[in-house]
């Protein structure tokens, strides 16, 4: 029983995040969970995923890319990307074609069916972008975008 009044307790103490909300990390990632929850609801309609839609809208803003340089966009591990394209070739949205002056390389182009596909989901992500960030100035989020941007691209960016 007195276990039961030490659980019953520890249910009472209020949490704090303070100990971790002083690091800009922790509210990236909180912000991201927050973000792809909703655009993940956002584009599930379509059937996609933010990696698929990440994928095709690559191949449909760059047509003839090959694998191998779509993985390096995207950092994902090359094994995983055929998956992701195993799908997108067999919903028809995109093609894979052997580079003749490679045959061990694929150059990926979108069919009309992706491109229209591509276009909904957009406008889908649009829509989100819009609602999610509806309090936010445009100031705000510009400096949010230079701030992510030097990160990525600065000493410690990819």
Do not use: C, W
């Not at 927050?34 to 698929?52: C, K, S």
């Not at 694929?106 to 609602?131: I, K, N, Q, S, W």
């Not at 705000?140 to 992510?148: C, E, H, S």
Request: charged share 25%.
């Amino acid at each position: 029983m007195a276990k039961r009044k030490i659980r019953d307790a520890a249910a009472q103490v209020d949490v704090s995040d303070a100990v971790l909300a002083r690091f800009l990390g922790y509210h990236l990632k909180r912000a991201q969970t927050v973000l792809m929850g909703d655009m993940n609801g956002a584009i599930a309609p379509l059937g996609l995923r933010m990696i698929t839609f990440s994928a095709l809208a690559m191949v449909v803003a760059n047509a003839g890319l090959r694998q191998s340089q779509l993985a390096d966009a995207l950092a994902v591990e090359r094994p995983n990307l055929v998956v992701i394209l195993d799908d997108l070739e067999e919903r028809g949205l995109i093609t894979r074609d052997r580079v003749p002056s490679d045959r061990r390389a694929y150059a990926l182009r979108p069919t009309p069916a992706g491109r229209t596909l591509f276009d909904e989901a957009t406008a889908a992500v649009a829509a989100h972008e819009a609602r999610m960030l509806a309090g936010v100035s445009a100031a705000d989020r510009a400096a949010a975008l230079r701030v992510l941007a030097a990160i990525r691209h600065g000493a410690g960016g990819a």
